[in-house]
Nanobody
Framework: QVQVVESGGGSVQTGGSLRLSCAASGRTFSVYAVGWFRQAPGKEPEFVGAISWSAGITDYADSVKGRFTISRDDAKNTVYLQMNSLKPEDTAVYYC?????????????????WGQGTQVTVSS
């Protein structure tokens, strides 16, 4: 079973950028589909985007399309979430999740492995 750890969160102003990393250990990450989710205080977890294994197909929530990009570097066992043009409503704890041999997955329940999360705060 793979373990994942997020990093790269922080505080930025509106319009700024951050790159989150989801680093895996334990098994070959290249066979895992990875999803990014976020949860703001008092709200339900929200799908942000995901990348499949193998072909590296990506998809995003409408709220982040055109601003966020997911990529993977399987040599480094890492998936990235590049976040540009950040808005205050992007403020949340961001989690990466992994599931082996997965295509694009949109539900949190489709992922079996989760990281501890990293805080992103965007100020106006």
């Amino acid at each position: 079973q793979v373990q994942v750890v997020e990093s790269g969160g922080g505080s930025v102003q509106t319009g700024g950028s951050l790159r989150l990393s989801c680093a895996a250990s334990g098994r070959t990450f290249s066979v895992y589909a990875v999803g990014w989710f976020r949860q703001a205080p008092g709200k339900e977890p929200e799908f942000v985007g995901a990348i499949s294994w193998s072909a590296g197909i990506t998809d995003y929530a409408d709220s982040v399309k055109g601003r966020f990009t997911i990529s993977r570097d399987d040599a480094k066992n890492t998936v990235y979430l590049q976040m540009n043009s950040l808005k205050p409503e992007d403020t949340a704890v961001y989690y990466c999740a992994a599931e082996p041999y997965g295509s694009i997955r949109y539900k949190a329940s489709n992922f079996g492995t989760w990281g501890q999360g990293t805080q992103v705060t965007v100020s106006s």
